[in-house]
């Protein structure tokens, strides 16, 4: 038999993601930190996603995660209002807007209507520069995901736009 040292096991990981930028230079992600305490048998915890905003042109960051949640920011628009997500297992998934300047993220449920009292806005993923958002909304009756247009109150709905059939098929 041979003596084969055990190796210790790798250090928690601390890694970041971006995920938008807008033309002033800020980016939107996460950084993703594991926690240090063991968790069954694996060397480190399980990770935690913090929505962060980076400034670019003075190398400084804001961390908005709020107490006991994680989350990520997917998009960021001119004016610096941000969208993404933030989740705990008290609430599961919730869409999240916020901006450079507040350092508060703000639930996009209760500001949302016309939506069916069953379905649930999960993830944020775009912002455009007049306030338009792309989102994820949970049918939560039917267990099935859809992409919403989210349209401020201060803005018209756009058109709707006719599917169009891809050509060349029979």
Request: aromatic share 6%; proline share 10%.
């Amino acid at each position: 038999t041979t003596n084969t040292p055990i190796l210790p096991p790798p250090a928690c990981e601390q890694t970041s993601t971006a995920y938008g930028i807008n033309d002033s230079g800020m980016v939107v992600g996460d950084y993703t930190i594991s926690l240090s305490a063991p968790v069954r048998g694996k060397g480190c915890g399980f990770p935690q996603h913090h929505p962060i905003i980076w400034n670019s042109s003075t190398n400084t960051f804001i961390d908005l995660a709020s107490p006991n949640k994680f989350g990520t920011l997917y998009g960021i628009n001119a004016s610096g209002q941000v969208v993404g997500f933030e989740s705990s297992s008290a609430t599961g998934s919730n869409a999240v807007i916020g901006d450079v300047t507040g350092g508060v993220l703000t639930d996009l449920n209760p500001l949302v209507t016309g939506v069916p009292s069953a379905w649930k806005i999960t993830y944020a993923d775009k912002i455009s520069d007049s306030g338009l958002i792309l989102a994820r909304a949970l049918d939560v009756a039917a267990n099935v995901v859809h992409s919403v247009l989210l349209t401020p109150s201060t803005l018209q709905p756009p058109p709707p736009v006719a599917p169009v059939a891809p050509s060349g098929l029979n």
